[in-house]
């Protein structure tokens, strides 16, 4: 009992927890909608969700790295003048995404695409009804408490999920309820962290011209690459709806399961970034140079090995995988295949992920932008080209092959100017780190 709560105590199995939990529920959601929605209201569904992302990017994107960098192991006083700050910046970009949403929404009369209506008027809404739950999720990142973030993703995304089901119950299953949902979901997840003290709010008076000089002198790099690895991301989406989704109404939700069903293999990755983000930072504010290096290398190579057998297992039940969560309907179309073209670079994952995130830590973000928009470009040009060849959402799937090659690359041997390591120094010691772990394990289950 008591190796169980020390199991469960562990940041690393806490961050992970919540990143399963999350993607769980998210994945039961969408199988539900896919199961109790047409194609098209599904690819509206996708599109809003991509848009909401993307949008949400111009304020996670500036202030979410830069304040986990300045806040983590900062003396109290510090910590105040960083977070009430960055309350200010949230609440000013907040606001400014509304104002310029507003006349999208004298325009809706002249625009023929039902995904882009839904985008606008729902998006602005969101925005303003999420902010304290993203600003208490990166106090929470940055302290290490990974519990209280499990309990506020199991509020927000578990209360969705009673109502989507609810809504299918009273026949009221319809986009413009899920949406309506979504919302509420949010604010009632909102009103506890404040009513938990989660989210600092009342430390705005702290803030200082200085402390949001500094966020807004790192923030204008790291958003710039936040903007582009997101539109990176979901240029995708919003190709598809402009240029496929025309002549084939289904062609958003077909890939968009692919894209769900990649974002589970991407569970442990996003998790090990988030405690990850905190250990680099930690060594790089306090001059720890060796142990900055150190950090990297371990993370990136133990999740480069642990994710071959993930992907050989999920290419050979990719099928399985489409048909369990969309249902008979998506059986046959190219979602499996989509989901195999994605799992051909999912090796990759780890390694462009904590090169971004580690050029970040290091006050490298310009470089990283510039790795980031070579990648966007070369996956809209491929999206172009490969729709233009085959016709089909194959053309975008294979366009994101280069891309990540690309990507992980310039990432690699842009690193490579600010700290020793070699592709074996990675590889030798995630080696060493998944065999730590294995015995770990394998010890305290044979007690």
């Keep these: 009992m008591g190796k169980i709560k020390e199991l469960i105590g562990n940041k690393q199995f806490l961050s992970l927890a919540g990143n399963v939990v999350m993607a769980g529920l998210n994945l039961i959601t969408n199988a539900i909608l896919l199961r109790h929605t047409t194609e098209e209201r599904m690819g509206d569904w996708f599109f ?3 848009t909401y992302v993307f949008i949400d990017t111009f304020r996670s994107g500036f202030l979410s ?34 104002v310029i949403t507003v006349p999208g929404l004298f325009m809706l009369k002249y625009i023929d695409n039902s995904g882009i209506e839904t985008a606008i008027k729902w998006v602005a809404i969101t925005f303003v009804a999420t902010l304290p739950i993203v ?53 009632l997840t909102s009103v506890i962290v404040f009513a938990c003290s989660w ?46 989704v025309p002549t084939h109404p289904n062609a958003l939700a077909v890939y968009g399961i692919g894209q769900m069903l990649t974002n589970m293999i991407d569970i442990p990755l996003r998790s090990f970034v988030n405690t990850g983000m905190s ?9 720890r140079k060796d142990e900055l290096q150190y950090i990297f290398k ?33 059986v046959g179309t ?12 999912a090796l990759l994952f780890p390694i462009d992920r904590f090169t971004g995130v580690t050029l970040d830590i290091i006050h490298k973000p310009k470089i990283n932008f510039y790795k980031v928009l070579a990648m966007l470009s070369v996956n809209i040009v491929g999206d172009l080209i490969g729709i233009h060849l085959l016709h089909s959402i194959y053309g975008v799937g294979f366009a994101s092959i280069p891309t990540f090659i690309v ?41």
């Design 135 to 187: 600003v208490a999720t990166w106090i929470l990142q940055a302290q290490q408490r990974y519990k209280e973030i499990l309990y506020i993703r199991l509020i927000n995304q578990g209360s969705f999920i009673i109502a989507v089901i609810v809504l299918i119950y009273i026949k009221q299953n319809t986009l413009y309820w899920y949406l309506v949902t979504n919302i509420i979901s949010c604010v």
């Design 407 to 447: 990507g992980t690359a310039i990432g690699y041997f842009s690193l490579k100017m600010y700290m020793d390591f070699t592709f074996t120094d990675i590889i030798k010691l995630g080696w060493a780190e998944v065999k730590i772990l294995y015995k770990l394990a394998m010890g305290k289950l044979a007690r």
């Design 279 to 287: 250990s680099l930072s930690a060594a790089q504010n306090n001059n």
């Design 199 to 244: 989210t600092g709010m009342k430390t705005m008076r702290a803030q200082t011209k200085a402390s949001m000089t500094e966020i807004y002198h790192f923030g204008k790099f790291s958003v710039g690459t936040s903007i582009s690895a997101n539109l990176l991301r979901y240029s995708d989406t919003f190709i598809i709806n402009l240029l496929l």
């Design 65 to 98: 790295t830069a304040f986990i960098k300045f806040f983590a192991g900062a003396d109290k006083q510090r910590a105040d003048n960083v977070l009430g700050s960055t309350w200010v910046l949230g609440w000013l970009i907040t606001l400014a995404i509304c």
């Design 334 to 345: 190219p979602a499996a295949n989509i989901f195999r073209i994605f799992l051909c670079i």
């Design 298 to 330: 371990k993370y990136t190579g133990a999740l480069t090995i642990l994710f071959v057998p993930v992907i050989i297992g999920a290419m050979a039940f990719a099928d399985i995988a489409v048909g369990m969560l969309g249902g008979g309907k998506y």
């Design 48 to 50: 809003f969700q991509a």
